[in-house]
């Protein structure tokens, strides 16, 4: 009988997950031991420790987060009527200078074409309270002062909006993985705090993937060769992804994901295309994906460091069941509780 979806049976190699709901056994003590040596701290001068809970390097791929915009414009819109009517009770105090910062708030926060209109805005109120003294003026010296202020202003605009756009290009290269465009460690670990601890509903998935055979690819072709690869990983797991997810290089060959779906079934099937993804972009090149996966109730408090360290086991557990395999589990409340979950305790796909 054909075996629909690749689920591992009994005395099978990894192939794939199911799922069924039938297919979430417990570990079996072999499992279990395995996975519980993986569990514990790497030796240092290895691949990264996640069992330390933490992400050692810094989306945006992701930006920070920062106060929302309708806070800007009504700071713009006080801030401007309160030195518009100042102005005019007052036009002898000259409020041209006090309009600078809103120019700066405008072109920092809401962009160029919104800076320039305050600008704009700004040298217009600043006029119109001296118009008596204006008209006074000769009319090449009144053509200077304005030209003067919308000049000051404009140089105001382009030297924020300059200096946004190199604090963006600069951010994003903070965040991300220089070879592959991935989100790096940080950023990742930014994001997916930010989504476990917000989002309700559905399930999300915890990923961690290594390759095998990477690096005796780097040895036989050279470190070129090993570079196209995980660019082409990032890229095929890039088309697969939908809005929220994220994808990582967490150093060497070692990727993370953190995917959304709205039940356990459907989780499965979201890390059984994602590894699917990488099977064939790695077709042909002697290299395979292992992956282990935990699924997460939205909303269920779990932390991300403990299910990095339990993807990660999973992972290993799958490596040792013959390499290329995918291995889905989930946290139960009692891994929450415990620095270092229970492997036995972890349900995974047998």
Same mark, same amino acid.
């Given at each position: 009988?054909?075996?629909?979806?690749?689920?591992?049976?009994?005395?099978?190699?990894?192939?794939?997950?199911?799922?069924?709901?039938?297919?979430?056994?417990?570990?079996?003590?072999?499992?279990?031991?395995?996975?519980?040596?993986?569990?514990?701290?790497?030796?240092?001068?290895?691949?990264?420790?996640?069992?330390?809970?933490?992400?050692?390097?810094?989306?945006?791929?992701?930006?920070?987060?920062?106060?929302?915009?309708?806070?800007?414009?009504?700071?713009?819109?006080?801030?401007?009527?309160?030195?518009?009517?100042?102005?005019?009770?007052?036009?002898?105090?000259?409020?041209?200078?006090?309009?600078?910062?809103?120019?700066?708030?405008?072109?920092?926060?809401?962009?160029?074409?919104? #800076?320039?209109?305050? $600008? &704009? *805005? @700004?040298?217009?109120?600043?006029? /119109?309270?001296?118009?008596?003294?204006? =008209?006074?003026?000769?009319?090449?010296?009144?053509?200077?002062?304005?030209?003067?202020?919308?000049?000051?202003?404009?140089?105001?605009?382009?030297?924020?909006?300059?200096?946004?756009?190199?604090?963006?290009?600069?951010?994003?290269?903070?965040?991300?993985?220089?070879?592959?465009?991935?989100?790096?460690?940080?950023?990742?670990?930014?994001?997916?705090?930010?989504?476990?601890?917000?989002?309700?509903?559905?399930?999300?998935?915890?990923?961690?993937?290594?390759?095998?055979?990477?690096?005796?690819?780097?040895?036989?072709?050279?470190?070129?060769?090993?570079?196209?690869?995980?660019?082409?990983?990032?890229?095929?797991?890039?088309?697969?992804?939908?809005?929220?997810?994220?994808?990582?290089?967490?150093?060497?060959?070692?990727?993370?994901?953190?995917?959304? #779906?709205?039940?356990? $079934? &459907? *989780? @499965?099937?979201?890390?059984?295309? /994602?590894?699917?993804?990488?099977?064939? =972009?790695?077709?042909g090149r002697g290299v395979g994906a292992s992956m282990g996966a935990i699924v997460l109730a939205a909303?269920?408090?779990?932390?991300?460091?403990?299910?990095?360290?339990?993807?990660?086991?999973?992972?290993?557990?799958?490596?040792?069941?013959?390499?290329?395999?995918?291995?889905?589990?989930?946290?139960?409340?009692?891994?929450?509780?415990?620095?270092?979950?229970?492997?036995?305790?972890?349900?995974?796909?047998?």
């Amino acid at each position: 009988m054909p075996n629909p979806g690749g689920v591992r049976r009994s005395g099978e190699r990894d192939r794939g997950l199911s799922p069924a709901p039938a297919a979430q056994d417990n570990l079996k003590e072999s499992h279990g031991n395995l996975v519980a040596r993986r569990l514990a701290p790497r030796p240092m001068g290895g691949k990264a420790m996640l069992s330390r809970g933490r992400l050692p390097d810094r989306r945006p791929i992701i930006p920070p987060r920062e106060y929302p915009l309708a806070a800007s414009w009504a700071v713009l819109t006080a801030a401007g009527l309160a030195l518009a009517t100042i102005d005019r009770m007052v036009p002898g105090i000259g409020m041209g200078p006090a309009y600078i910062p809103l120019i700066v708030l405008a072109g920092w926060r809401l962009g160029p074409a919104v #800076a320039c209109g305050v $600008a &704009l *805005a @700004a040298a217009l109120l600043n006029v /119109l309270p001296a118009l008596p003294e204006e =008209a006074a003026l000769p009319p090449a010296v009144a053509v200077a002062r304005a030209f003067l202020r919308l000049g000051t202003y404009a140089f105001v605009v382009f030297a924020t909006c300059t200096l946004r756009r190199a604090y963006d290009r600069e951010r994003e290269a903070a965040r991300q993985d220089a070879l592959t465009g991935a989100l790096n460690r940080i950023a990742f670990e930014d994001h997916a705090q930010a989504v476990l601890s917000t989002r309700r509903g559905g399930r999300h998935v915890v990923v961690m993937a290594d390759l095998d055979g990477f690096k005796a690819l780097n040895d036989r072709e050279g470190h070129a060769a090993g570079d196209e690869v995980l660019r082409r990983v990032v890229a095929a797991a890039g088309a697969t992804l939908s809005h929220g997810e994220r994808i990582a290089r967490l150093g060497g060959d070692e990727f993370a994901f953190l995917l959304q #779906a709205e039940t356990d $079934a &459907l *989780a @499965a099937v979201r890390a059984e295309a /994602l590894h699917q993804s990488l099977v064939h =972009a790695l077709a042909g090149r002697g290299v395979g994906a292992s992956m282990g996966a935990i699924v997460l109730a939205a909303g269920s408090g779990e932390s991300l460091a403990a299910a990095l360290r339990a993807s990660d086991a999973l992972m290993y557990a799958a490596k040792a069941g013959g390499k290329g395999g995918l291995r889905l589990g989930s946290l139960p409340p009692t891994v929450r509780a415990s620095p270092e979950p229970d492997a036995a305790a972890i349900p995974m796909v047998a």
